[in-house]
Nanobody, 122 residues
Framework: QVQLVESGGGLVQPGGSLRLSCAAS????????MGWYRQAPGKQRELVAA???????NYAEFVKGRFTITRDIAKNTVYLQMNSLKADDTAVYYC????????????????WGQGTQVTVSS
């Protein structure tokens, strides 16, 4: 069974940086897309950034120029480097992976991490 394990959240001052990691493990799979979403209190979950297995990345407008998503194919891990953090970036950040998974047949499916809290405050 595939699992996503996240790490790297925490408390940071405005203007600071954090790096989130998400590792996929278990089963036999290949990565279609991995990405990060976030959900602030009282708001809907929104896409922050995503990257394909081939390395193509896309970003939400509100993080362009501040956040960078990268991936390590050998480790099945995606990273989100967050710089110039603002109070508005405070949210629970969730890792998402769309994988091609080997079961009795190959099939595409989504997985979610447990979420990691990012708090930007002085």
């Amino acid at each position: 069974q595939v699992q996503l394990v996240e790490s790297g959240g925490g408390l940071v001052q405005p203007g600071g940086s954090l790096r989130l990691s998400c590792a996929a493990s278990g089963g036999i799979f290949s990565i279609n897309v991995m990405g990060w979403y976030r959900q602030a209190p009282g708001k809907q979950r929104e896409l922050v950034a995503a990257i394909t297995g081939g390395g193509s990345a896309n970003y939400a407008e509100f993080v362009k120029g501040r956040f960078t998503i990268t991936r390590d194919i050998a480790k099945n891990t995606v990273y989100l480097q967050m710089n110039s953090l603002k109070a508005d970036d405070t949210a629970v950040y969730y890792c998402n992976a769309n994988l091609l998974v080997k079961g009795r047949t190959w099939y595409n499916t989504d997985y979610w991490g447990q979420g990691t809290q990012v708090t930007v405050s002085s």
